[in-house]
């Protein structure tokens, strides 16, 4: 990723203003330069609105090989999750690898330049550790690198069903069987120049409570959690435990800055106040919680209690971080039949910017000298977003715009996606349907 490249932006989004006529200098990964320039000269062109880079902040790569095979007949996320355990219990380090390859090239292809990887499928099928018993996170953080995107593994403890309840079979996998071997196995992950490493704790279901603090403590990057995605998962945990997992969470050290909530969808008035007064971070997942009929989560009530909010595609019932910002706006106008909770400046900030902080990455989400290089741009002249003032960039972008406008994916100052073709994997459509159907053998 080496290397010195200028590129000339015909519209680029500068902290929260349209500027025409950009140049960016970009040097062994980062922006050297930004300024204004009529005239591209020499420079890389890049035609339409360049943002920056859009960081996916919840994924699980393997449930892409869902898509449209779980929206047959009804159910809820439970039966949802007995179809994702059939796919979970084919993959294998090569078919992970193939398959989050393929989905980490569409992300790029999307605009996407960090990924955040809610890891857990870590063992064979039993529960059997591989020789090398990180194979399946080396195989996540090698389908990064080959896609071109950056990857945030966030390494998961998941040891129980249940409160209280073994791992199911289909559970054996994703088990350490305790804490301490969950700990010894994720340390032994070490980052890049292409890789952070954090940790997760899947669940209150899935950890514990007296695991918790292990878990927030074993490793020094970002600490991710599911949070109350479901109903039951509150009044399993209030059977429990006599509290709500916010606040089981909070009374064993897991909130904080570096911790980021995922979903967060079921909370109390005192869940929200403890979220926001600990400064803990909230990703929502709009198309994934509404796919799986999840409910709309307190997103401009954590907000504005202190949680900064970043985006993920968790299951990939699509990959679109455009539509994932405009879906925030667009369920909170739902729930209040009034508009304008957010401006398109703070959506997109959501979906790059304060993304890219909950994955470690603080120096991306910025078009700005010492930023990490990485940007993407969106096209102004397709039908769908044709005919919008240049000035009204980010509005264009959140509320017209979709995965299908964006050509240009740069990340570290490299081009990975160029006039929308994938310059590493090339044929992604068929990366993508190779891999799935080798899951269905």
Known sequence: MKGTTTYWAEHAWLNGTVEPGVTIDTADGRITAVRPETEAGGAVRLRGLTIPGLANAHSHAFHRALRATVQVGSGTFWTWREVMYGVAERLDPDTYFALARAVYAEMALAGITSVGEFHYVHHAPGG???????????????????????????????????FGEPPSHHQLRFSDGTVEAWAERATALKPDANTRIGAAIHSVRAVPADALGTVATAIEGPLHVHLSEQTAENDACRAAHAVTPTRLLSERGVLGPRTTAVHATHLTGEDIGLLGGSSTGVCMCPTTERDLADGI???????????????????????DLLEEARALELNERLRTRTRGHWTAAQLLRAASEDGHAALGWEEAGRIEPGSLADFTTIALDSARTTGALPRLGAETAVFAASNADVRHTIVA????????????????????SAAIAALRV
Request: no cysteine; aromatic share 2%.
């Open 297 to 319: 989560g307190p997103a401009k009530r954590v907000q504005d209690a202190g949680s900064p909010l970043s985006l993920g595609s968790d299951s990939h019932a699509v990959i």
């Open 413 to 432: 100052g490299r081009h990975v996606v160029r006039d929308g073709e994938h310059t590493l994997v090339g044929d992604v459509p068929g990366a993508l």
């Open 128 to 162: 059997t550790p591989y020789g090398d018993a990180n194979a399946m996170g080396h195989a996540l953080i090698a389908a990064a690198a080959e896609a071109g995107i950056r990857i945030t593994l966030l390494d998961t403890a998941y040891l129980s069903s249940g």
